[in-house]
């Protein structure tokens, strides 16, 4: 019986969602009747040892894989879960998403001690978030709102919002409804007001391009409906060359969305890029039924509004 190693960060939630994969292959392997058994291999990324710097200043997205996709490639490791809003837009030659599992709430989730809503904060509220994306559409909502850097893990933020005089902070839904903690939730951002993170709610099973054992075990738990949705996302932020270090979010959604998709099923995405101050947000939206070609024809559009003008300054 062959052991598949299950790369992974050692953050809670990243233990969680991976023992609920694991959970998940299980079940598939035990009705395929497949002679397969996991174990799960912690790794420390150099995004989990960089707590005093905000992401825009480290080096973004790859700071949570690279560490893992090496071990991959190196055959230390046989798969890899990771938070699909982690992951650049283009992944290393040999490696490829074997998988991408049901998404979960892709909004944001304010938490508060004592409002229920981004517009019941008092005036100069103090709201912590790390990410560009947010801080530029939060700032152009709400501009009196004062943001500050949070880091850490989802549990030390929720611990900093009682110990670091925060009115509220901003976390992804998902990682508190993974975690159990939604209760933790005081409201969602709506996508109007806050576009999610490329990704955001779904997870990326990673593995090698040329194991076809697993791939065929990773396809057994592939949601179509979800993988179609990111990969428009994902096309968006590759022609943007987007990451942590730029304001960019996106957002797919199926128009039919009780509907089993298919080939040619519609979907329509919506991207936005704004300036780190949030006096300029650029958004547009477009229906197709080709997810490469969605992204692209979103990302050309706010290009020809001035995005990348925008994006080269914030690189600068």
Same mark, same amino acid.
């Given at each position: 019986?062959?052991?598949?190693?299950?790369?992974?960060?050692?953050?809670?939630?990243?233990?969680?969602?991976?023992?609920?994969?694991?959970?998940?292959l299980?079940?598939?392997?035990?009705?395929?009747?497949?002679?397969?058994?996991?174990?799960?291999?912690?790794?420390v990324?150099?995004?989990?040892?960089?707590?005093?710097?905000?992401?825009?200043?480290?080096?973004?997205?790859?700071?949570?894989?690279?560490?893992?996709?090496?071990?991959?490639?190196?055959?230390?490791?046989?798969?890899?879960?990771?938070?699909?809003?982690?992951?650049p837009?283009?992944?290393p030659?040999?490696?490829?998403?074997?998988?991408?599992?049901?998404?979960?709430?892709?909004?944001?989730?304010?938490?508060?001690?004592?409002?229920?809503?981004?517009?019941?904060?008092?005036?100069?509220?103090?709201?912590?978030?790390?990410?560009?994306?947010?801080?530029?559409?939060?700032?152009?909502?709400?501009?009196?709102?004062?943001?500050?850097?949070?880091?850490?893990?989802?549990?030390?933020?929720?611990?900093?919002?009682?110990?670091?005089?925060?009115?509220?902070?901003?976390?992804?839904a998902?990682g508190?409804?993974?975690m159990?903690?939604? /209760?933790?939730?005081?409201?969602?951002?709506? #996508?109007?007001?806050? %576009?999610p $993170?490329v !990704?955001? +709610?779904?997870?990326?099973? *990673?593995?090698?391009?040329?194991?076809?054992?697993?791939?065929?075990?990773?396809?057994?738990?592939?949601?179509?409906?979800?993988?179609?949705?990111?990969?428009?996302?994902?096309?968006?932020?590759?022609?943007?060359?987007?990451?942590?270090?730029?304001?960019?979010?996106?957002?797919?959604?199926?128009?039919?969305?009780?509907?089993?998709?298919?080939?040619?099923?519609?979907?329509?995405?919506?991207?936005?890029?704004?300036?780190?101050?949030?006096?300029?947000?650029?958004?547009?939206?477009?229906?197709?039924? /080709?997810?490469?070609k969605?992204?692209?024809? #979103?990302?050309?559009? %706010?290009? $020809?509004? !001035?995005? +990348?003008?925008?994006?080269? *300054?914030?690189?600068?």
């Open positions: 019986m062959r052991t598949i190693v299950v790369g992974t960060r050692q953050s809670q939630l990243a233990l969680t969602q991976t023992g609920q994969v694991i959970e998940a299980e079940r598939i392997c035990a009705e395929k009747q497949l002679p397969l058994r996991f174990e799960t291999r912690k790794i990324t150099r995004g989990d040892q960089i707590l005093d710097v905000t992401l825009s200043k480290v080096g973004g997205k790859g700071l949570f894989v690279k560490e893992i996709e090496q071990a991959m490639l190196d055959g230390e490791i046989d798969l890899a879960v990771h938070s699909m809003k982690d992951m837009a283009w992944l030659d040999g490696l490829i998403n074997g998988a991408v599992p049901r998404r979960v709430d892709p909004r944001d989730a304010l938490i508060s001690l004592g409002c229920q809503s981004i517009d019941e904060l008092r005036e100069g509220a103090k709201v912590g978030t790390s990410s560009l994306r947010r801080a530029s559409q939060l700032k152009a909502y709400r501009p009196d709102l004062i943001l500050e850097p949070v880091r850490g893990n989802i549990d030390s933020r929720l611990r900093k919002l009682e110990t670091e005089g925060f009115d509220a902070i901003i976390l992804a998902a508190l409804y993974r159990g903690w939604q /209760d933790r939730i005081s409201s969602f951002l709506p #996508v109007d007001v806050c %576009l $993170a !990704g955001q +709610g779904a997870l990326g099973i *990673e593995c090698r391009e040329n194991d076809a054992e697993v791939r065929h075990l990773l396809s057994l738990y592939n949601d179509r409906s979800t993988a179609l949705s990111v990969a428009a996302e994902r096309e968006f932020l590759g022609v943007l060359n987007g990451g942590c270090q730029v304001p960019i979010g996106a957002y797919a959604e199926h128009l039919q969305a009780d509907a089993q998709p298919s080939e040619g099923a519609m979907l329509r995405l919506t991207g936005m890029v704004g300036s780190p101050d949030g006096k300029t947000i650029l958004k547009e939206s477009a229906v197709g039924s /080709d997810p490469q969605l992204g692209q024809m #979103v990302a050309e559009r %706010l290009m $020809a509004q !001035g995005a +990348g003008e925008i994006l080269a *300054e914030v690189r600068g």
